[in-house]
């Protein structure tokens, strides 16, 4: 019913910004929240961003002020802009759709911070 595609991911230098864009298809709406999350190599899956369906944002301490949730006209995509990058926000991010009583996840983009 819900199909997402995360891309964008890649390797970046430490104080570099890459821009995550997850595609959303299927039966969606425009209300759905959506969101960011992120599993680093041997860590838990842990939460990034939000973004509610009237454009209400949250982010995770440790990359306020550095990251940027947001989602296009449309509402069937959804970005996460990434700056000031550090090694510690190396990790696979995932992007995930709330539907109901359902969630809806993406197979995730790997994003390496590596000088």
């Known amino acids: 019913q819900v199909q997402l595609v995360e891309s964008g991911g890649g390797l970046v230098q430490p104080g570099g910004s890459l821009r995550l864009s997850c595609a959303a298809s299927?039966?969606?709406?425009?209300?759905?929240?959506m969101g960011w999350y992120r599993q680093a190599l041997g860590k838990q899956r842990e939460l990034v961003a939000t973004?509610?369906?009237?454009?209400?944002?949250a982010y995770a301490d440790s990359v306020k002020g550095r990251f940027t949730i947001s989602r296009d006209g449309a509402k069937n995509t959804v970005y996460l802009q990434m700056n000031s990058l550090k090694p510690e926000d190396t990790a696979l991010y995932y992007c995930?759709?709330?539907?109901?009583?359902?969630?809806?996840w993406g197979k995730g983009t790997l994003v390496t911070v590596s000088s």
């Open positions: 995930k759709l709330t539907r109901g009583a359902m969630n809806y």
């Open positions: 299927g039966s969606i709406f425009s209300s759905n929240a």
């Open positions: 973004i509610t369906g009237i454009g209400v944002t």
